[in-house]
Nanobody
Framework: QVQLVESGGGLVQAGGSLRLSCAASGRTFSNYAMAWFRQAPGTEREAVATINWSGGSTYYADSVKDRFTISRDNAVNTVYLQMNSLKPDDTAVYYC??????????????????WGQGTQVTVSS
């Protein structure tokens, strides 16, 4: 079992930047793939970015590729999402999530079953 707490959301103008943080506790963080998801009102939750257990493999949704960067600092059990060039369409609640088994790479192999409470990101036009 892992507990995840997101922070860093807020209100920003289009073109601005935010860095989201997700602090993890409860199990060996460094062995597990992590992800950021987002959900806007009336839409399905979508995977924004994932990072594997080693940090050597990442995935980005096409909508955020080249603007967002996922990273992790295993020394402090934290995963980050650096969001640059934000657009109004990025407005959503952002959630971090952890894979339920260690040492997995590849979005199709991963099952994210531990979730944070979410942090709101609002981008004004």
């Amino acid at each position: 079992q892992v507990q995840l707490v997101e922070s860093g959301g807020g209100l920003v103008q289009a073109g601005g930047s935010l860095r989201l943080s997700c602090a993890a506790s409860g199990r060996t963080f460094s062995n597990y793939a992590m992800a950021w998801f987002r959900q806007a009102p009336g839409t399905e939750r979508e995977a924004v970015a994932t990072i594997n257990w080693s940090g050597g493999s990442t995935y980005y949704a096409d909508s955020v590729k080249d603007r967002f960067t996922i990273s992790r600092d295993n020394a402090v059990n934290t995963v980050y999402l650096q969001m640059n060039s934000l657009k109004p369409d990025d407005t959503a609640v952002y959630y971090c999530a952890a894979d339920n088994l260690p040492f997995r790479s590849g979005l199709r192999n991963q099952r994210f079953t531990s979730w944070g409470q979410g942090t709101q990101v609002t981008v004004s036009s």
